[in-house]
Each structure stands twice: as C-alpha cells, then as structure tokens.
C-alpha cells in the first residue's frame, strides 16, 4: 500500500487508479480503517456504508479495467446526511428522520453514481441544516480536528472534518447561509458554494428553498472544480435548475492572478472581526496584489441588513418546508389521543430546540398582519443586496473577503446565545441572498494553530472565475496547510 495514500487529492489518485498501482478497493479499505481509529473522536459519520462501498469499489474496478473510467470513477467521497440516498439512512441529523430509508436517489447522488464514484457514507450536521457548529445534531456535536474542543461550523460540519481528517477524499455538503463556506474555513479545507440554480436540489431534504444549495468540500481548489462539473447541470426534476452550459472547470484552470481584478468590500472588516483572521485576510489579499491582480476597495452598503433579512427568509420557508414532518406519511410518529394531539406530541419530540425556534421565528414572520412588515420586506432588501453586488461586479471580478469573523470557537461557547451563534455567518449570508457562487480556501493559521478562511465570490454563473481567483491564491500561497492528526487527540 501507497504510504501516503490518505493525503492524496482526488485527481492524484485518479493517476494512482487509472496506472493500476492501487485499486478502489484497496483505496476504500484504507479510508474505512482510517474512519475506524479517529472517527470516534470526531464524530463525523452519521452512517458509515463499508459494505456499499466495498460494493462499488469492486464495480468501479471493474469499469476502470474496461478503460472506461471517468473523472471520479473510484474514488471514496461522503455526503451530507440530508441528501437522499436509495436504500441508505437519511436522517438529517435529526430524530424525526433517525430511521428514514430512502426510496431514491437524488439527482446529485446519481450523478455521482453514473460516475462510478464511491460513496463511503452519509455525514454527522446540524439538525436539517439549522446552525453554524454542528451541535444541533441528534447524534451528537462534530468535534474539529485540529482540537476536539472546538466546534467544526455548520451545518456541514461532518463534510468539513471528515476530509479534513482524511476520512474521505471530498464530500458533499450544503450551504444555505455558509453551511459549506463555514465550516470550510473552520476546519481548513476548500468549501464551494455554486450558483443557485447551478446544481439540482432534486433529493435534498430542503431547509429554505430559495437559499439552499448543494456543494463539494474537498482539499484543493481543482478537487472543487472536478466535482463542480460532475454535480453540475439542468434537472428536470428541479424547476429552479437552469439550462446553462457545463464546463469542465477543472480543465480550464488558470493559475496566474495577473489582470484578475479582486475588489475588498469594506464592509466585511469591521469591529468584531478577529484581528488574526483580518491579518491573515489581508495578508493573501496582498500576496495575490504582489503577484500581478489589481486590488480595489467597493463597497456593499446593505450588508449590514443580511443577517436580519436572512433571519426572516430562511425561518419562513423553513417553516413552509417542515410541515410536512407530521407523524403521519413518513420518519417519527408518536401517537396522540386524535391527529392534532399526534401532531404536537410527533413535533415536540422529534425536532431540536434550534429546529422549533425557527419554526416558530418563521411561523410568526408569515403570520396575518406580520407578513408585509416581515417577510415582504425581507424580500426587498434582499432585492437591495443583490444590486449591491451586481454594481461591484461591474468594477471587478471577484470580491475577497474572511469567510468568518473568527477561527473556530469552543464547544458550548455560543450555544445559549442565538444571536452570537447566528452572526458567525455574517459574510457568508450576503451570497445565499443574492445567488452568488463563493468560495472559502484556507489562507493560513492562528497563533493557536486553528485554520483561516480566505472567501471569495464571483457574479451568477461565474464559477470559472471564481475558481480561478481561488486556484491563483493557492499557487502564490505556497504549500498548502499541513493536515491535523485527529488519531493524537481523540
């Protein structure tokens, strides 16, 4: 066996595979023994499928000796457990769904099984996706690996530590408000947010259904676009995927910053930024400068209103969306003395305390007499958001900015504060809003030696350069930041 196997990038072991010097069996028992010694420490797993993958390692062995790989054909991924699953548990990390069996697949999940991809498990997030520290979940909080005391980000959390801990090679994740970027960031790996609309939400369990999209976690920049072009594509089974061309994004790759116009919006380093993560910022901002982009200051004057009209947007939808957990067609039931009594009694205790109060944040936001002061006018700042960013767009052609005010905080620091808990997705949120794609990519380490996240974003559909300006940095940025060994801290 290859020594190093377990720090190889997907495109590295696509070479390994396609030579004949390992095989995806020998590839998925090794990352199978890896989650076996550190996956109890950080808890990234919901559900690990060692028989299913053994399975489609063997098939994938097989289309690779008929010379008929593609891409991802081998190669061990995980994903986010609110992605539907044919025959797989999908729980999103809740107790209404602990023991929900999927009848299908969701389009992005077929594609990755058209693709011969091999599908390791499903992974540990905050409960349907409503947090920013994976201590939501029902099974349990995700602990970073880089110190187990520390939270991983949300919701994606378990998609986050599981490759940063070399327990997959790349992961699916979600991001509704920064549910990849985040944990991305927090946990030192490379976190892509598509387009909405760019990638089918078909067979993902929705959260709010005008924010939510699907997107790869993986340990480098190329690995984001390989996946970005598998995934990627219009859907007939999702009337909000559109009908846009899809590159091969990782072929196309540029490397050099020179002429690349990188705008810093200067409402993204306020009071309340950490001053490492703002020196680390400021510093890749700088490297790439050096190296032939030209930086400009914009502005984006309605970002202070992101986080308020996310907080009416998201609980709203979510509200509509969870309705359906009932205890009557599918997931928990707890019988009443009538319906109503078995719908209150299924509710209370299938969903989380985070998981009611948005709920009911949403519910009251939709409410007679409420919805035109709320909700209503969430929607048009919103509006005002996405007008910011397109006139910035106008000037330059990717803004960079932190991915999170701070490094990784403490298990229970902000538990039982709501509002600290939500302003951690402070510069993640503005993108969901308007649809951008964005992007975190580590950028360097506290004095603590916890990681930092680099973010940018790119206008609708401009995904190439968006992962160009990012691929650029992680050439001028030099060797990447070394992996964390979770087996020393477990």
């Not at 703002?278 to 986080?307: C, F, K, M, Q, W």
């Not at 998201?314 to 067609?329: F, H």
Request: glycine share 10%.
């Amino acid at each position: 066996m290859i020594p190093d196997l377990l720090d190889r990038t997907a495109r590295q072991l696509r070479e390994l595979l396609d030579r004949g010097e390992v095989t995806s069996e020998e590839l998925v028992r090794a990352y199978l023994d890896r989650i076996a010694a550190v996956d109890p420490g950080v808890n990234a797993f919901i559900t690990v499928a060692g028989d299913l993958a053994l399975e489609m390692a063997r098939t994938a062995d097989a289309r690779i000796r008929r010379g008929e790989a593609a891409p991802l054909t081998g190669i061990p991924l995980g994903l986010k457990d609110l992605l539907v699953t044919r025959g797989l548990r999908t729980t999103c990390g809740s107790r209404m769904l602990a023991e929900f069996v999927p009848p299908y697949d969701g389009t992005v999940v077929a594609r990755l099984r058209d693709a011969g991809a091999v599908l390791l498990g499903k992974l540990n997030m905050d409960e349907f996706a409503m947090g920013s520290s994976n201590e939501t979940s029902a099974f349990g909080p995700v602990r970073n690996p880089w110190d187990p005391d520390r939270v991983p980000g949300g919701s994606s959390g378990g998609s986050a530590a599981a490759v940063a801990a070399r327990e997959v090679v790349a992961a699916l994740g979600s991001d509704t408000g920064g549910s990849i970027r985040q944990p991305a960031a927090l946990c030192g790996v490379v976190g892509l947010k598509p387009t909405y609309g760019r990638v089918s939400r078909y067979g993902l369990v929705a959260f709010a259904s005008s924010l939510d999209q699907i997107g790869p976690l993986t340990r480098d920049v190329a690995d984001a676009a390989l996946l970005l072009t598998a995934i990627s594509g219009k859907d007939p089974l999702d009337a909000t995927s559109l009908d846009r061309p899809v590159p091969d994004y990782a072929a196309r790759l540029r490397a050099d910053p020179r002429g690349l116009r990188v705008g810093v919006p200067r409402e993204y380093f306020v009071d309340g930024l950490d001053p490492e993560v703002e020196a680390a910022v400021r510093g890749a901002i700088g490297l790439l400068e050096d190296n032939g982009a030209e930086v400009v200051e914009v502005s984006l004057p309605h970002t202070e209103y992101a986080v308020a009209t996310y907080y009416l947007i998201a609980p709203a939808e979510a509200s509509s969306n969870l309705a359906r957990y009932d205890g009557v067609k599918y997931g928990l039931r707890v019988a009443g003395r009538d319906l109503a009594d078995t719908y209150r009694k299924t509710r209370a205790q299938g969903f989380g305390a985070e998981v009611k109060r948005r709920i009911m944040l949403g519910t009251y936001a939709l409410s007679a007499g409420y919805y035109d002061a709320y909700y209503l006018r969430a929607q048009r700042v919103r509006t005002l958001i996405a007008r910011d960013f397109r006139a910035a767009f106008e000037r330059v052609d990717v803004l960079a900015c932190p991915a999170t005010p701070t490094p990784a905080f403490r298990l229970g620091e902000k538990a039982g504060d709501p509002l600290q808990m939500y302003l951690n997705d402070i510069f993640t949120i503005p993108a969901n809003l308007a649809g951008l794609p964005a992007v975190s990519v580590p950028c360097g380490l506290t004095s603590g030696g916890l990681p930092i996240g680099l973010q940018f974003m790119a206008a609708p559909f401009g995904e190439q350069t968006l992962l160009d300006a990012a691929h650029a940095y992680e050439r001028v940025r030099g060797e990447p930041v070394a992996y964390p060994d979770p087996a020393s801290t477990a």
